[in-house]
């Protein structure tokens, strides 16, 4: 099977006034279609930047080199306006907090329609409006025509966490980003959300590129390992094979 996504000999430096900084060393990554890959590692290994690299969100004094293969197309050299395109309808991706995410000022079914206004600019304000509750139905969330109207506050955490979910899914993107999606969210909440992670896998066929410390939270969803360590992709396998016969 062909990778759907594959990084090579990818590094991320920050340019700091004490000097440069090396996050990422070296990444050599595969993706395959429908596959749930984590990536595991301790606190400040690189995992958020290897993430943030891949959708080109890094801050002004970063800089990446290395190939993001998608497809067999490297978009690492493209220009702003390219990657523009491919965000959200390529990949999305659900960050940690979900409160941070989320805009305080705007209704949850607002912000979920923005997010697929930019993509499809002449959707009509019924189907627009239609495709609103279908997604947030899609996450899960009970009761979509009279939450589609209250704010980020008016949410607890996990329908939170939800509505930044039906926003990455407007798009209809391929590929997930998950950087640590349960951290801040109980346990009860925590397995929930996990539980709708899978479904969407298995039914919308979406690989799924999830970032945790959580080694229980790995075995439960992952499919395949990348133990990171230092920068640097230390160890990769099956899960129960990582998880039983560790190497690294």
Same mark, same amino acid.
Do not use: W
């Given at each position: 099977?062909?990778?759907?996504?594959?990084?090579?000999?990818?590094?991320?430096?920050?340019?700091? !006034?004490?000097?440069?900084?090396?996050?990422?060393?070296?990444?050599?990554?595969?993706?395959?279609?429908?596959?749930?890959? $984590?990536? +595991?590692?301790? #606190?400040?290994?690189?995992?958020?930047?290897?993430? &943030?690299?891949?959708?080109?969100?890094?801050?002004?004094?970063?800089?990446?080199? @290395?190939?993001?293969?998608? *497809?067999?197309?490297?978009?690492?050299?493209?220009?702003?306006?390219?990657?523009?395109?491919?965000? @959200? #309808?390529?990949? #999305?991706? +659900?960050?940690?907090?979900?409160?941070?995410?989320?805009?305080?000022?705007?209704?949850?079914?607002?912000?979920?329609?923005?997010?697929?206004?930019?993509?499809?600019?002449?959707?009509?304000?019924?189907?627009?409006? $239609?495709?609103?509750?279908?997604?947030?139905?899609? +996450?899960? /969330?009970?009761? !979509?025509?009279?939450?589609? &109207?209250?704010?980020?506050?008016?949410?607890?955490?996990?329908?939170?966490?939800?509505?930044?979910?039906?926003?990455?899914?407007?798009?209809?993107?391929?590929?997930?980003?998950?950087?640590? !999606?349960?951290?801040?969210?109980?346990?009860?909440?925590?397995?929930?959300?996990?539980?709708?992670?899978?479904?969407? *896998?298995?039914?919308?066929?979406?690989? /799924?590129?999830?970032?945790?410390?959580?080694?229980?939270?790995?075995? &439960?969803?992952?499919?395949?390992?990348?133990?990171?360590?230092?920068?640097?992709?230390?160890?990769?396998?099956?899960?129960?094979?990582?998880?039983?016969?560790?190497?690294?």
């Amino acid at each position: 099977m062909s990778n759907l996504l594959e990084l090579q000999n990818l590094h991320v430096s920050y340019h700091t !006034p004490r000097g440069t900084v090396q996050a990422v060393r070296g990444v050599d990554l595969t993706l395959q279609p429908g596959e749930v890959l $984590a990536i +595991v590692g301790e #606190s400040g290994c690189g995992k958020s930047a290897l993430l &943030k690299a891949i959708m080109r969100l890094l801050p002004e004094n970063a800089s990446v080199t @290395g190939k993001i293969l998608v *497809n067999d197309t490297d978009i690492a050299p493209y220009p702003e306006k390219q990657l523009q395109k491919l965000r @959200g #309808s390529l990949f #999305s991706m +659900v960050f940690q907090d979900p409160m941070t995410a989320l805009n305080p000022s705007m209704t949850i079914g607002a912000q979920i329609a923005e997010a697929i206004v930019v993509h499809e600019p002449k959707i009509s304000k019924e189907a627009l409006r $239609a495709r609103v509750l279908e997604l947030m139905e899609l +996450v899960e /969330i009970d009761r !979509p025509m009279e939450r589609m &109207k209250l704010y980020p506050h008016n949410f607890s955490g996990g329908m939170r966490q939800r509505a930044v979910m039906a926003i990455a899914l407007a798009a209809r993107a391929k590929i997930l980003l998950a950087d640590e !999606p349960t951290t801040a969210l109980d346990v009860t909440i925590q397995a929930q959300i996990l539980e709708l992670l899978r479904r969407l *896998n298995r039914e919308l066929g979406m690989s /799924i590129l999830f970032i945790s410390h959580n080694l229980h939270v790995v075995r &439960k969803l992952c499919t395949r390992v990348a133990v990171m360590e230092k920068g640097r992709i230390v160890e990769t396998g099956e899960t129960e094979q990582v998880f039983l016969h560790p190497q690294a």
